[in-house]
């Protein structure tokens, strides 16, 4: 008989909801690791919203606690941590890190890094102190977003009123994807690879870590772009061949990066302007009926903009330390940076 696979999900937002409601149709205890005061709200069941299908899911198959200390290490497998990398490097991110890391030592279980960031993977070594081999870097592969703080355009036939009804909704691509796994210790990830895959309705898929640090890093140029036109169709977007070159012109900077070896060099040469906007407008359509630019205007002019922000800045610090002037990136910064100043009435 299969010994039944253990997972703690630290923090309870969108991503944590997703894929643990995924890992527990695949068969896996699931327990949050929440503040106090969001204990109470995981005493009733969470409803989850697919547009894919349009259907409600109610998910209760979970237990809660609100201190590292209290985790069952005895059958544990994975620690999937939920924060961003700019949540994860403030004080009270590290001491969460250096909590979990006292808690979980004496086990076996994988840690897995649920944000993104330039360092991230270093600071949580260090604040974890756990060995190299068990700490993983992973991110969702499907879009998931919390209802009450997003009001996006509702195309029929949904409608409103239900998707109202949720606290989380997503869509997943047509891939089916629904979570992604760098491969540095191809074991420990082709494990929780194999333990997602059993929900039968997402996979996981794991991919080189050299291809993991460019997805990573390189696309957020197309956000800051985005948002100081206005959010617009990636179509209508493409059609301002100022931004649109100037966002190629960056991401390839990022590609160019030696951390990312040969394969970043091969990702700069590929995403020409043509490319970039086959890929976006294709993500767009694979959306639907999620509207995609409304998605990222939420989530990364939004939710997550001090960490995509933190990144390109990161990465400007590394490609000047490594000989490069880094100018077309630091102009999409300096630009977001007076747009953003401009709508706030700031002088």
């Known amino acids: 008989m299969q010994k039944k696979s253990s997972v703690v ?59 590292a200390a209290e985790i069952k290490t005895e059958s544990l497998d994975f620690v999937l941590v939920t924060l961003d990398g700019a949540s994860a490097r403030t004080s009270e991110g590290s001491e969460l890190l250096c909590a979990i890391g006292r808690a979980i030592r004496a086990s076996s279980a994988i840690l897995i890094i649920g944000g993104v960031g330039v360092g991230l993977l270093e600071h949580t070594l260090a604040m974890t102190a756990l060995p190299p081999e068990r700490v993983l870097q992973g991110l969702l592969g499907l879009l998931s977003y919390p209802v009450a703080g997003a009001k996006f355009p509702v195309k029929p036939p949904e409608r409103a009123d239900q998707i109202e009804r949720a606290g989380t909704a997503y869509v997943q691509f047509p891939s089916k994807v629904g979570f992604v796994m760098e491969g540095r210790h191809r074991q420990a990830a082709k494990a929780f690879a194999a333990l997602y895959d059993r929900c039968g309705s997402s996979r996981c898929s794991v991919i080189s870590s050299k291809l993991f640090n460019v997805i990573t890093n390189v696309p957020f140029p197309v956000f800051a772009i985005s948002e100081i036109a206005g959010w617009p169709p990636f179509g209508e977007l493409a059609r301002n061949r100022q931004l649109w070159r100037l966002n190629t012109r960056a991401q390839a900077e990022i590609s160019r990066l030696k951390q990312h070896g040969w394969v970043g060099k ?77 709508q706030a009435g700031i002088e």
């Open 9 to 67: 999900i630290v923090g309870v937002g969108s991503m944590g909801l997703i894929t643990g409601y995924h890992l527990s149709l695949a068969g896996a205890d699931v327990t949050f690791l929440v503040r106090p005061a969001r204990l109470a709200a995981l005493r009733s069941p969470q409803i989850l919203y697919c547009h894919n299908d349009g259907q409600l899911k109610p998910f209760s198959q979970y237990r809660a606690i609100s201190s």
């Open 266 to 342: 091969l990702v700069a040469l590929v995403l020409t302007d043509k490319m970039q906007l086959k890929l976006n407008q294709k993500l767009e359509k694979d959306s639907l009926p999620l509207d995609f630019q409304a998605f990222n205007r939420f989530h990364h002019g939004g939710k997550v903009q001090a960490q995509d922000i933190e990144i390109m800045q990161n990465c400007v610090a590394i490609g000047i330390q490594q000989g490069f002037a880094m100018s077309a990136l630091k102009e999409v910064l300096a630009r977001l940076d007076a747009h953003k100043k401009a």
